[in-house]
C-alpha cells in the first residue's frame, strides 16, 4: 500500500536558464515563460489531490511552488534547505566563462561530479547532507498523504538517488527538465520511482 506520493517537481525557467549561466543559490526570478510553464503544471495538478507543498526559500521555487498550490487553497511551507547547490564565483557564469577561469576543473564537474570539488558549498556529499536534512524534515511530518516538493535540478536529482538508494555516481546519467515532475511512491517497505522528468503539460 503506498503510505506517502511524493510529487517532485523543478521551477519553471529564468532567464538564467535560457542562456545557460549557473544560478546556484543567486535568487533568481521566473521570467514569463517560466510563470507560463507552472500555469500549465498547476493545471495538470489541479486534478491531483495534494495536502501539502513544500518549496525552496529561492524565488524561482517559490513562486513556482505559490502558481501549483492556488488551486488546492494550500499554503507554501518553505524549506531552506531544499535551495540550489551553492556553486559560489560560478553563479552567473556560462560553462565558458567558467572554463577560463581555471580555478576549479570544470571537465571534473561535467564528467565525474560526485567526486569533483566545486566553489561554494564544494563537494555533492555535502549537498546531499543538507538537502536530505530537509527532506526528512518533510517525511517525518506527514504519515501519509500526497506532497509536493518543489525545488532545484541538483537537489532534486539528488533527492531521487538518496530516496532510491542509489549512489552520488548516477548523478549525471539523468536529467530534469524545467517545470518537470517525478513521483515516488513510498510504500511500508520500498520506494518506487513511478514517473521522472515528464513534460506532457507543456507539449
Not at 503506498?2 to 538564467?16: C, N, P, Q, S, V
Not at 541538483?154 to 538518496?162: A, D, H, R, V
Request: hydrophobic share 40%; glycine share 6%; with cysteine.
Amino acid at each position: 500500500m503506498i503510505r506517502k506520493r511524493l510529487y517532485l517537481i523543478r521551477h519553471g525557467l529564468t532567464e538564467w536558464n535560457r542562456c545557460n549561466r549557473f544560478q546556484g543559490a543567486s535568487n533568481i526570478s521566473l521570467c514569463e515563460e517560466g510563470i507560463e510553464q507552472a500555469k500549465r503544471l498547476s493545471k495538470r495538478m489541479s486534478k491531483f489531490p495534494l495536502d501539502a507543498v513544500y518549496a525552496s526559500d529561492l524565488d524561482r521555487a517559490l513562486q513556482t511552488a505559490q502558481i501549483i498550490a492556488q488551486p488546492h487553497d494550500l499554503p507554501v511551507n518553505i524549506v531552506p534547505q531544499l535551495r540550489e547547490i551553492n556553486f559560489g564565483e560560478w553563479e552567473g557564469l556560462t560553462k565558458e566563462e567558467i572554463i577560463k577561469l581555471k580555478k576549479y576543473d570544470y571537465n571534473a564537474w561535467r564528467d565525474m561530479p560526485h567526486k569533483a570539488l566545486f566553489p561554494g558549498e564544494g563537494n555533492l556529499e555535502k549537498v546531499r547532507q543538507r538537502v536530505m536534512t530537509g527532506m526528512k524534515s518533510i517525511l517525518e511530518r506527514h504519515e501519509t498523504g500526497n506532497i509536493a516538493v518543489v525545488s532545484h535540478g541538483g537537489c532534486l536529482k539528488i533527492i531521487i538517488m538518496s530516496l532510491l538508494g542509489l549512489d552520488l555516481s548516477f548523478y549525471k546519467h539523468f536529467w530534469l527538465g524545467n517545470t518537470s515532475l517525478s513521483i515516488i511512491d513510498v510504500h511500508e517497505d520500498r520506494k518506487v520511482l513511478s514517473l521522472l522528468n515528464d513534460m506532457s503539460h507543456l507539449e
